[in-house]
């Protein structure tokens, strides 16, 4: 009975594992395959990455993807921070009303929020640009930063502010040298929620970018009518492993626990 349990336990985690990552598995070797049609296996090149570092099309698009995202990263982490310090010296009714109201933010499809700036900004005539994917974008993702880092807070003791409090500290002083260090883990978790969102985001660039915003999903999305090959697996390939790098930056300077505990935390 224990041998059926364990190789129905083996094969269901095999299913899930190949489920997960067989796409990325197939993007990354088609990304090394020489044949251009990919249709068959043509040997090991680089030439493919090459080509697509080198475009001057995919340079622009990342520099265009990677100030987005870093500036909707730090909107994000700025506002969520600010929001949570803020709302736990509220009634108690109140969070419950500022809690709602961010996962309202977090179960309403992206398109909503999207959409309704856009008829706001041709309401008033504004032009479109990468700006308003800034904002759509911090509006959206910061919600996920403010989970995570009320989670956070949630768990920090009062006695902390108490102490600091009896031995004459002012409450600025008590938010610099006290709140925000034991919120510091999961703030960079929340901006890392929303730096890698804002990569991937294709609905916001889309509605609100215009002709000036072209990211690396849109320039993905452009190659892909004309049929799926080898450069636009290459340029999946690098974005992934970009991803993986800031990650492990992360973790490197904050710990895999802290990591991973204020993402538990945050879910």
């Known amino acids: 009975m224990k041998l059926r349990q364990h190789w129905f336990s083996a094969i269901m985690s095999a299913i899930v594992f190949v489920f997960l990552f067989l796409p990325i598995v197939v993007v990354f070797r088609d990304a090394f395959n020489a044949n251009k049609t990919l249709l068959t296996w043509g040997g090991f090149t680089f030439k493919w990455f090459a080509e697509a570092l080198s475009g001057e099309r995919f340079q622009n698009a990342f520099v265009m993807s990677l100030t987005i995202a870093i500036i909707v ?14 709302m736990a010296k ?26 309704g700036l856009f008829i706001v900004a041709r309401m008033f005539g504004l032009k479109l640009g990468p700006a308003w994917v800034v904002i ?19 768990n920090v003791s ?5 102490a600091a409090m009896d031995l004459g500290a002012s409450q600025t002083r008590i938010i610099w040298t006290i709140t925000l260090p034991l919120l510091a883990p999961s703030i960079f978790v929340g901006g890392l929620l929303a730096f890698t969102f804002s990569l991937d985001s294709v609905v916001s660039p889309t509605f609100l970018g215009g002709p000036s915003a072209e990211t690396i999903p849109l320039l993905i999305m452009g190659m892909i009518k004309k049929g799926v090959s080898a450069e636009v697996n290459a340029i999946g390939v690098i974005m992934s492993v970009f991803n993986i790098l800031v990650l492990l930056i992360v973790v490197r300077f904050i710990g895999i626990r802290q990591v991973a505990g204020s993402a538990v935390k945050g879910s």
């Open 90 to 115: 509220l009634p108690a009714k109140v969070r419950t009303f500022y809690e709602s109201a961010i996962f309202l933010r977090i179960t309403l499809p992206e398109i909503v929020i999207v959409v």
């Open 73 to 86: 990263m730090l909107l994000s982490m700025i506002f969520a921070s600010l929001g949570a310090i803020g």
């Open 158 to 162: 009062s006695l902390y502010e108490k």
């Open 136 to 154: 759509a974008q911090t509006l959206i993702y910061s919600a996920y930063a403010a989970v995570t880092i009320n989670a956070r807070l949630a």
